[in-house]
Nanobody, 121 residues
Framework: QVQLVESGGGLVQAGGSLRLSCTAS????????MGWFRQAPGKEREFVAA????????YYADSVKGRFTISRDNAKNTVYLQMNSLKPEDAAVYYC??????????????WGQGTQVTVSS
């Protein structure tokens, strides 16, 4: 089992920045891909960004490329999502997840509880 705990959400004005953190515990995650997803009210959960724990390869949704950066700290077992130039449409509950491949929610096995990001216009 892998436990994931997110933090760092909050309220920010449009154009502002937030950094989300996701700390993993339990089973080793070094063979996993770590992803961030988000879900706004009435919408499906969507992929935001992911990073391979081993090797650090990253990939992003087109909607956040150039604004969001995913990174990891191996020593802290923590993955970060730096979000810059936030837009009202970025507002959602953000979830951290661990899986073995892909960018679809059903390809990820473990999920955090989510952290709310609110962007005021």
């Amino acid at each position: 089992q892998v436990q994931l705990v997110e933090s760092g959400g909050g309220l920010v004005q449009a154009g502002g920045s937030l950094r989300l953190s996701c700390t993993a515990s339990g089973r080793t995650v070094t063979s996993y891909v770590m992803g961030w997803f988000r879900q706004a009210p009435g919408k499906e959960r969507e992929f935001v960004a992911a990073i391979w724990w081993s090797g650090g390869i990253t990939y992003y949704a087109d909607s956040v490329k150039g604004r969001f950066t995913i990174s990891r700290d191996n020593a802290k077992n923590t993955v970060y999502l730096q979000m810059n130039s936030l837009k009202p449409e970025d507002a959602a509950v953000y979830y951290c997840a661990a899986g073995t491949r892909g960018r679809r929610p059903d390809e990820f096995d473990y999920w955090g509880q989510g952290t709310q990001v609110t962007v005021s216009s």
